[in-house]
């Protein structure tokens, strides 16, 4: 992790975000990727495209979402009623601090911090609502000042901390990936590496996937494009911290496309050979669902990569709230492997190739069975 890369990290994970209220992370992206000589533009939705095009090389893009659990305030006072966004249990919640913003004008500052409110929660109930697929998680919330109906907030946690091979954050889930993305690009730009990759910043995934339904109706992102999409997800006993980025087969919804999973797997394969220090690891990550479900179930080519997270969505093992963490290695070789993605896109008929090795083998001792 080198100097420019530290700066990218503070710039992003140290900004609020929460579903819907992405505008303070989107603004430093987009920041960063000026400076980097690079264009950007926004959907209808609101989600965020950054693109490096140098050469005639087939298309990629990478995907990653901007926000992270969070609450809307309901009331007005001192005391208010919020409605949690995201997929933390009502059981780590009690007791635990927030800090709250009001920016109804939607500024989008580069250079300042929003003013916060701070608050701890002090009651929790969850309700049933027509359609949804689980309750709504409402708290009740005490404020050091007065607080405005329609202010939003997440928890009060540092925004970076490096120490001990770790970086921990309020949300790295999945602001890292964000940064992974623009990190990336910087290196390609660099070397003037030829690439043709497209960076997509989406919206509201931790409602539902919201934002990347939103990609799915614009047509910035073309139907024939290749999509790997970045997580950073439950670290499990098959995909642990410290052991290198995940080639991610599936989540807790879907399988991802075969195609591109073999791809990923040669890529990190090959690049394990070039570099002896770069490991990585392949499962099935079941403790979330991520975006590529959504892309898959659009017929869409996609693959994953996932950094193993602890604290997923600030759920400490004692039970309260706490930064999640990841190793700094992992994201080193995350990196990596990116840039080595970028400059090495799917090609046409790696189905075909892996599947003749197979007949290759069949040709050769399949006659033994009919001779037995």
């Known amino acids: 992790m080198n100097v ?14 929460a579903p819907f209220h992405e505008h303070y992370v989107r603004a430093a992206l987009e920041h960063a990727a000026r400076r980097m000589g690079l264009r950007s533009r926004r959907d209808r939705y609101g989600n965020l495209y950054v693109g490096y095009r140098k050469g005639n090389a087939p298309g990629l893009a990478l ?56 608050g701890r929660i002090t009651a929790v109930a ?18 050091a000042a007065d607080v405005a ?14 120490h001990g091979g770790m970086l921990r954050s309020k949300a790295l889930d999945n602001l890292l990936s964000c940064v992974l993305i623009l990190a990336t690009m910087a290196r390609l730009r660099r070397r003037r590496a030829v690439a043709n990759l497209l960076g997509v910043f989406t919206r509201a995934e931790e409602v539902g996937f919201v934002g990347a339904g939103g990609v799915l109706r614009s047509r910035i992102l073309q139907p024939q494009r290749p999509v790997v999409v970045l997580e950073t997800s439950k670290a499990l006993p098959s995909a642990p911290i410290g052991h290198g980025p995940v080639l991610r087969v599936g989540d807790r919804m879907t399988c991802f496309d075969p195609g591109m999973d073999l791809w990923l797997a040669d890529a990190a394969a090959e690049l394990a050979t070039l570099d002896p220090s770069f490991t990585y690891q392949r499962a099935l990550m079941t403790g979330g669902a991520c975006e590529a479900s959504l892309f898959m179930l659009h017929g869409r080519r996609v693959g994953a990569l996932a950094m193993p997270l602890g604290n997923y969505h600030n759920m400490t093992t004692r039970g309260g709230i706490g930064p999640e963490f990841v190793a700094t290695s992992d994201f080193d070789k995350a990196l990596l492997l990116l840039d080595h993605l970028a400059t090495h896109p799917p090609q046409p008929g790696i189905l075909q190739r892996h599947r003749a090795t197979l007949d290759s083998i069949f040709d050769r001792l399949g006659p033994r069975l009919r001779s037995a």
């Open 149 to 162: 109906a329609r202010s939003w907030g997440h928890f009060d946690l540092p925004g970076m901390e490096l």
């Open 4 to 17: 420019f890369e530290r700066r990218l990290l503070h710039a992003v994970l140290t900004r609020p975000t």
């Open 63 to 118: 995907t990653a979402h901007m926000d992270h659990p969070g609450f809307e305030v309901q009331s007005a006072g001192r005391t208010v009623h919020a409605t949690l966004q995201g997929g933390v249990d009502p059981k780590h919640l009690r007791g635990s601090r927030v800090l709250l913003y009001h920016d109804a004008d939607h500024r989008e500052p580069v250079t300042t911090r929003p003013h916060a409110v701070h």
């Open 126 to 143: 969850t309700r049933m609502i027509e359609g949804a697929r689980r309750p709504q998680v409402e708290v009740e919330i005490t404020c």
